[in-house]
């Protein structure tokens, strides 16, 4: 979604608000929320909301009291209180949807860690906030060499400056427990101010930093996906899929979260199937199943002893197989049961939008055969063709063809006339 700020420039070259983003309208930030109540005025009386919802950089965002009763709306840059000294940041939300972002949440109004807002932001506040970011990506840098000279087992991912930049948090991923004494003491000397380290999830750096999935979309930790819930391989299990971990695996390297959004939909449907470790007990033998169809609502079953002949039935009947066998009764074999699916393979597709065929451009090859028989044939009209022509000429006699052939008797004449004169002479 697009933003004033992200439109074009002078000569239609694109302007860009280069927060890459999270820009400050708040039309293209990450995980924004829609104030749906924005067109609703408050009913007399009622007492606007006290708390607003302010976004950092990489989509952080925290809660604070509004004490001073500033008019803020959604992009307006505030100034709030950090420890130490003061932070910048941008309004993300205002009015009754905090309330219900902050009950969602479990977030409690009168709780320490809401803190407050102190003003909005003055020009000197805003350079300053600039400057320290622009700091934040060769900072980045030169730390990732230290840590590198350190052979410390870290990543550092990203780097945030406080507001007024007396603080610079480092992000990092690590496998294990690292001890960054030495790293810190070296931080402090390289950059001259106070450093803090905080370790995140692998999720939560790709969120941070975005990105772009094997679907073609953008990932859904940094665009909607607030809540990071555990995936296990049994969901990949439960979806019948392959379990290649290239696949599976997502830009953070651990499963992709989206294999949890339709697996209960899928443990739903196996609620209704038999279990795949009960066999089926038949005159003819024992059935093992070996492969089963969440959607088409099939198993296929072999015999002990015969196990590329498999026979496909439909969970109703492998039901209804499982019940006579309860009931220490047999079948007399699954072919009675498989003989029922008859598989239609043909498929009658119907024009039904007025499109053309898609090979309509498609030029079948020709043998060599039919190329020399074409070629004869063209070859045999071109000399039929000269023959007609031939033909067609005018004869002798035809008064037409004397007026033709009168230059012709004239230059003769000519000719005749000159080499007589040439004799006598």
């Known amino acids: 979604m697009g933003c004033s700020s992200c439109s074009s420039g002078k000569d239609g070259q694109p302007k860009g608000?280069?927060?890459?983003?999270?820009?400050?309208?708040?039309?293209c930030n990450k995980l924004t929320v829609f104030d749906w109540l924005s067109n609703m005025s408050l009913p007399s009386g009622a007492i606007p909301f006290s708390c607003v919802e302010i976004r950092f950089k990489n989509g952080r965002k925290n809660f604070f009291k509004n004490t001073e009763n500033l008019s803020l709306s959604i992009g307006d840059i505030v100034a709030t209180e950090a420890s130490p000294g003061h932070d910048v940041g941008i309004v993300s939300l205002t009015g009754e949807l905090v309330r219900i972002q902050?009950?969602?949440?479990?977030?409690d109004v009168d709780s320490e860690d809401v803190k407050k807002v102190y003003r909005k932001a003055s020009q000197?506040?805003?350079?300053?906030?600039?400057?320290?970011?622009?700091?934040?990506?060769s900072m980045k840098v030169r730390a990732r060499e230290i840590a590198i000279r350190l052979e410390l087992q870290m990543k550092i991912s990203d780097i945030e400056f406080q507001g007024d930049g007396s603080k610079a948090t480092f992000y990092y991923t690590a496998e294990e427990r690292v001890d960054f004494r030495q790293l810190i003491k070296e931080f402090a000397h390289e950059f001259s101010t106070r450093i803090e380290m905080?370790?995140?999830?692998?999720?939560q750096e790709a969120a941070r930093l975005g990105g772009i999935g094997s679907c073609g979309r953008e990932l859904c930790c940094s665009t909607w996906l607030t809540d990071f819930r555990s995936v296990n391989t049994s969901a990949a299990r439960y979806q019948q899929l392959s379990l290649n971990p290239q696949k599976l695996a997502g830009q953070c390297g651990k499963l992709k979260c989206c294999l949890n959004y339709e697996l209960d939909a899928y443990i739903d449907a196996l609620n209704s199937f038999p279990k795949t470790?009960?066999?089926?007990?038949?005159e003819k033998g024992t059935a093992v199943c070996q492969k089963i169809d969440i959607f088409k609502g099939l198993l296929w079953y072999a015999y002990e002893g015969e196990w590329m002949n498999w026979h496909k039935i439909s969970k109703d009947d492998v039901n209804e197989i499982i019940a006579a066998n309860n009931n220490d009764e047999k079948i007399a074999s699954l072919e009675e049961f498989a003989s029922d699916l008859i598989e239609d393979n043909k498929t009658d597709f119907e024009n039904v939008v007025g499109q053309d065929s898609l090979t309509r451009f498609d030029q079948p090859k020709r043998s060599k055969k039919r190329r020399n028989r074409n070629r004869r044939k063209n070859s045999n009209?071109?000399?039929?063709?000269?023959?007609?022509?031939?033909?067609?000429?005018?004869?002798?006699?035809?008064?037409?063809?004397?007026?033709?052939?009168?230059?012709?008797?004239?230059?003769?004449?000519?000719?005749?006339?000159?080499?007589k004169n040439n004799d006598k002479a």
């Open 17 to 27: 608000c280069k927060n890459n983003g999270t820009c400050g309208t708040d039309g």
């Open 102 to 107: 902050m009950k969602k949440k479990k977030v």
């Open 124 to 137: 000197k506040d805003i350079d300053i906030w600039q400057k320290s970011r622009d700091k934040e990506e």
């Open 198 to 203: 905080r370790q995140v999830g692998f999720r």
């Open 277 to 282: 470790d009960t066999k089926l007990q038949t």
């Open 381 to 419: 009209k071109k000399t039929s063709e000269k023959k007609a022509m031939v033909s067609n000429k005018p004869e002798a006699g035809n008064p037409e063809n004397k007026k033709r052939n009168r230059p012709n008797n004239q230059r003769n004449k000519k000719r005749r006339s000159s080499n």
